[in-house]
């Protein structure tokens, strides 16, 4: 393995410096952020104005699906061309998918734009979480954690009211095209606040096996998409996707035992702990992105409020995840325990979600705003703290590969878990609703009575019946949450760790550290 080392050595990182990476992450990730609160409430004009509501979830799993491919693909080539250098070629994919997304003309080419603007989200995601294990040691990381959740925090207030304003006022296209400002901006801050010591590791990068997992988890997305409702679950249509499925899976598996280079290295599953946050993740995903997706289409076309308000009606569930995800990483880094974190999160999702089982067109807002809080502030407890913990357990040579496959599996059960809850929002719909009324949420509210009122009823059971089968989902990870192994956090970052583990002999340790601690000055 080659090592390229940086050309001078700078003072050990400051607050302020961190600070200024932490800068250029942040305006960075205010693109995923604010993209993902303004499109949520848009979605259900989206699809109703464009391809109807049977096919609601398919434009969140055209993006999830690309972003889960991407994600360890960037951590690999960040180790080959460096990391600012991959997270401003995510921006750009992002911006440019995002102009794609706001000139569709059809569903087919907003799914397949929002396809390439998730390969961009994916990489931000990636290459942030990558790069904090970079500079930040995990005993200190929760200190610094609020900075990003301040970004989230930010986007799912001032989100659903730009979302809602172009929405209702000047049109959904908007909602797309407003990223490209922002990333440009984006561009000009990471260009000063992110200039990391580049240590080039030669890597060959795993082509075959991203082609095959994107083959996998695309028939199985359309597995669970078609049943049901463009054909029935016995079909050989279905059986041999599902054959087809389990066959690409299974090659994926065998060629990464084999490749020289993983993009998932199968040796991480001998380490406990990302053994057991990884199949915790992948079910938390699958609730947060599938049934949670469906809370805007409630608000707005069975309680009929407007795109805005159904945003802000989401505030509960945003607020909980900053409350609960700045206060846990705080309070890590006070005392280095971290174990109690997913428990007490899965357990408070767990019950959040029960809450919401009971909604129906008479709920009161306080209580889905509590069961949302609920699950906010399990979601804060539970995500932050899983990254942690991996970057905590993995070698410093696994930190790219580690950090990103808890995003992997995050975003591989949303997606997966958006194609399982649309296949059974449509199969509840189907008995009782004819879809040929399933159009905009404005148009559900200016149906003729009763016609309005039965497909408010089909609406509304519809969609509790996904947090029926959420229940139980989260009751896993929950069980899963009590066998986290706890291990003591490290007090250096990971660069100074993967410096010392390539053998540099002619450094000492204080040398490694300064070499590690060069992010700005170089």
Not at 94 to 106: A, D, E, K, P
Not at 325 to 346: D, E, F, Q, V
Not at 347 to 368: E, F, Q, R
Not at 435 to 446: C, D, G, S
């Amino acid at each position: 393995m080659g090592t390229a080392m940086p050309t001078q050595v700078g003072a050990p990182l400051t607050h302020r410096q961190i600070l200024r990476v932490f800068i250029g992450l942040m305006t960075g990730l205010s693109l995923a952020a604010l993209d993902g609160t303004i499109v949520n409430t848009a979605l259900p004009t989206i699809v109703g104005d464009i391809g109807g509501l049977e096919h609601y979830a398919w434009i969140g799993t055209a993006y999830l699906l690309t972003s889960t491919a991407a994600t360890p693909l960037f951590g690999k080539l960040s180790d080959l061309y460096g990391r600012r250098l991959l997270f401003q070629a995510a921006i750009i994919t992002f911006v440019i998918g995002s102009l794609l997304c706001g000139i569709s003309q059809n569903l087919t080419q907003l799914v397949v734009a929002r396809g390439f603007q998730g390969i961009g989200g994916g990489g931000l995601m990636a290459m942030a979480f990558v790069i904090v294990g970079d500079v930040v040691p995990p005993r200190e990381r929760g200190r610094y954690v609020g900075l990003f959740t301040s970004v989230f925090a930010l986007a799912s207030v001032i989100g659903p009211l730009i979302g809602g304003f172009f929405v209702d006022n000047i049109g959904w296209r908007w909602i797309f095209t407003i990223n490209v400002p922002i990333g440009i901006v984006a561009l000009i801050v990471t260009s000063s606040a992110l200039r990391l010591p580049f240590v080039k590791h030669d890597h060959a990068i795993d082509w075959l096996g991203a082609a095959l997992l994107v083959a996998a988890v695309s028939s199985i997305i359309l597995m669970c998409s078609w049943g049901g409702s463009e054909y029935e679950w016995g079909s050989s249509e279905i059986i041999g996707m599902g054959v087809l499925s389990a066959v690409l899976t299974l090659a994926f598996v065998l060629w990464e035992g084999r490749a020289s280079e993983p993009i998932l290295p199968l040796r991480l599953f001998r380490n406990p702990v990302f053994a057991v946050i990884t199949p915790m993740m992948f079910l938390l995903g699958s609730v947060m992105y599938g049934a949670n997706a469906f809370l805007p289409l409630f608000f707005q076309a069975v309680e009929g409020v407007s795109a805005t308000a159904s945003g802000l009606l989401l505030l509960p569930l945003m607020a909980g995840v900053t409350i609960s995800s700045i206060g846990t990483g705080r309070l890590t880094a006070i005392n280095g325990r971290y174990k109690h974190w997913p428990i007490l999160g899965t357990a408070s999702a767990t019950i959040g979600l029960g809450v919401l089982t009971t909604l129906s067109a008479d709920t009161s807002y306080a209580m889905s705003g509590t069961g949302m809080l609920l699950i906010g502030l399990g979601m804060g407890m539970t995500f932050p703290t899983a990254t942690l913990a991996v970057q905590n357990a993995v070698e410093p040579r696994d930190l790219g590969a580690g950090t990103s496959s808890v995003t992997f599996f995050r975003s591989l059960g949303g997606a997966i878990g958006l194609a399982v809850f649309q296949a059974i929002f449509n199969a509840n719909l189907s008995s009782s609703i004819d879809r040929t009324l399933l159009q905009t949420p404005a148009q559900i509210q200016a149906l003729t009575e009763p016609t309005r009122s039965i497909v408010l009823e089909g609406l509304t059971e519809a969609i509790s019946s996904l947090f029926v089968v959420a229940v139980p989902i989260m009751l896993m990870a929950f069980a899963l949450s009590w066998f986290i192994k706890e291990i003591p956090l490290r007090e250096t970052s990971a660069m100074a760790g993967a410096i010392a583990e390539d053998g540099l002999d002619e450094l000492d340790a204080a040398e490694a550290a300064a070499i590690a601690g060069a992010a700005i000055s170089h």
